[in-house]
């Protein structure tokens, strides 16, 4: 079927229930970022592959709305289909329910799949389409129907995380997680998010591409808690190590019957997770109590022992990145080598070294204008041959058994002009702002950005996306709830030692170049005295900078002495590990001033 006969189905669906208008979201039942192609209906619907955005679909509309990360490839994309892009004013806000609002005529339907709405998504529907009076029917899913080849449920095995890595028993972290319940008068806690669950069982599992978690469901009360699951994902070793925390094991569907029959009276749900189908099964008379999921804050903070594995797993990673990125540039100089080719060659170096499972997103190659496309994937249309001169961006990460990775380098293959040297180290300065900042306990996010950007605003410079994304330790490479946000001054989670998250500022011109530059950090205290607890970050990314794209003059002391520093560290950690030419290369790009 092609894109518009698709839309022509579901139109047809949509007449025959009195639906004037469908919402098609990005995520599954759990509220997933990144999912399992069964639930990929809003890229079935579309055509767009982007890993956020939404379709909406009426009787004589077809819409998709996206963020900046993905304005180039959403136009592409879309480009032969009914559909049109919507680019979002603000990133992640659900812009398109007041489109519905303004379009739809009073006593309109609005059809939904409600086990894809979370609480708090719903409730903003029924309050702004309420006020038009449209109606919402919540049970509308004709995707059951018109994707007549859509793929089952995923079936892989989990398996056990050892405590070696994990650092926290599951039975310990079933005791705090029920003492936060005590402290919230709840007796039952729906957790919901996969790597959550992964997270307290200390298991991890393939279900989803990328992310080593598997579908399921984990229910704790005061003296019990079910991991509701297909029973065929657990192996012996598995149920053994469930049993012995104390945890028994249930289909997964049967997690309805739980809610609709649980003894449980105040039941804690994330309504950011929590759906409106599961909450509508509950019987009359729970006490619901909608609190953020108490797990994504014990999650971000990582022991000592996640925080050697993820030291580990980024000294691996630096190996097998600084072999790729001699490769590309030798091949390069050759001719005929293509984005695609270096995307896979990246993941051959990364599975050489031991305990790699996987990567951790696709890998964002792009060369010359590609490199402008925030989210570009080296498969598409426009992919390039790494021919001639330009800018080459490498965004990529491994998922290893002892940590997760995430890093973006930009190069030069050619000579560098004033404009490209100038505007790789704007970024750089704005990388290394962020890298070497000290502020006070109880600060976020969003306060500490602007450092991020001021070099690039300076110049009347910016870039659309976030300036970096909580990390998980051999779990999900975005994880909530700390980020680097790019709106506003206010909110966010405050950083705690032990948290890791990227620091990736960038810089694109469109049809040009793009430039990003990216490290993962942890959270560490830097002083504690009369005048509170101050936190600084520091690195755990190993990979040289490139130095042909170096404005040495644009740099302060300071930064300088940064630079070299972390070049020393880089030197340190991975030079005993590569073979002399490796060594020779590595020695090359760590500059000196």
């Known amino acids: 079927m092609t894109i518009n006969e698709k839309i022509a189905a579901l139109r047809a669906e949509m007449q025959q229930q009195g639906v004037a208008a469908v919402i098609v979201p990005s995520n599954d039942p759990h509220q997933s970022e990144y999912i399992a192609t069964r639930f990929a209906c809003r890229e ?127 039975e310990e972290k079933l005791e705090k997680i029920r003492a936060e319940m005590q402290s919230k008068q709840a007796d039952a806690l729906m957790i919901e998010a996969l790597d959550e669950i992964a997270w307290v069982l200390n298991i991890r599992g393939a279900d989803v591409d990328c992310n080593p978690v598997g579908y399921a469901y984990l229910t704790v009360e005061s003296a019990a808690a079910t991991l509701f699951v297909d029973p065929a994902k657990i192996g012996v070793e598995v149920a053994a190590a469930l049993q012995t925390a104390g945890v028994a094991v249930e289909p997964y569907e049967e997690v309805e019957k739980w809610l609709a029959e649980g003894e449980f009276t105040n039941i804690q749900v994330d309504p950011a997770r929590f759906s409106i189908h599961q909450y509508e099964l509950l019987a009359e008379g729970k006490v619901v109590a909608a609190e953020a999921s108490p797990v994504q804050f014990m999650k971000a903070v990582k022991n000592e022992a996640e925080l050697a594995g993820m030291r580990s797993a980024m000294k691996k990673d630096g190996v097998a990145l600084v072999k790729f990125y001699k490769w590309v540039e030798e091949e390069a100089a050759k001719e005929g080598l293509s984005e695609a080719q270096c995307a896979e060659k990246l993941k051959e170096f990364r599975a050489e070294q031991e305990g790699y499972v996987g990567e951790s997103f696709s890998a964002i190659v792009g060369f010359q204008g590609n490199g402008a496309i925030v989210h570009y994937r080296p498969q598409d249309p426009k992919a390039k041959k790494l021919n001639g001169e330009g800018m080459l961006l490498i965004d990529s990460g491994g998922q290893y058994k002892d940590g997760t990775t995430d890093i973006t380098r930009t190069f030069y293959l050619g000579t560098p002009s004033a404009e490209h040297k100038k505007a790789y180290t704007l970024v750089l300065k704005g990388h290394i702002a962020i890298e070497q900042v000290v502020f006070p306990a109880g600060y976020a996010g969003p306060q500490i950005d602007v450092l991020a950007r001021q070099p690039l605003w300076a110049e009347g410079m910016n870039y659309g996306h976030g300036t970096g994304h909580g990390v998980g330790a051999s779990l999900n490479v975005h994880e909530g709830p700390i980020n680097f946000g790019n709106k506003g001054v206010t909110g966010g989670t405050p950083f705690q030692v032990g948290m890791i998250i990227s620091d990736e500022p960038g810089f694109y011109k469109t049809d040009a170049y793009g430039i990003r530059l990216e490290n993962l950090v942890t959270v560490v205290e830097k002083y504690n005295n009369e005048f509170g607890q101050f936190l600084a970050f520091e690195s755990l990314t190993l990979a040289p900078f490139e130095p042909k794209l170096i404005e040495a003059d644009l740099l302060s002391v300071a930064e300088k002495e940064w630079l070299v520093q972390y070049q020393q560290e880089v030197r340190a950690e991975l030079l005993p590990l590569l073979s002399e030419e490796e060594g020779q290369w590595l020695e090359q790009k760590c500059i000196s001033f």
């Open 44 to 170: 079935w619907i579309s055509g767009f592959t982007g890993s956020a955005g939404t379709a909406v679909v009426t009787l004589d509309h077809a819409g998709v709305w996206t963020d900046s990360r993905y304005e180039i490839q959403a136009e592409e994309e879309l480009a032969d289909s009914e559909f049109v892009q919507h680019q979002l004013k603000v990133q992640g806000a659900p812009e398109f329910i007041d489109y519905l609002a303004e379009n739809l005529p009073a006593g309109s339907v609005v059809g939904i799949d409600g086990q894809l709405f979370s609480l708090q998504v719903y409730h903003l529907l029924e309050q702004k389409l309420g006020n038009k009076n449209i109606a919402i029917k919540a049970d509308f899913d004709p995707f059951e129907k018109i994707w007549t080849d859509r793929p089952a449920m995923p079936g892989s095995a989990f398996y056990n995380h050892p405590i070696a890595l994990a650092g926290v028993s599951t």
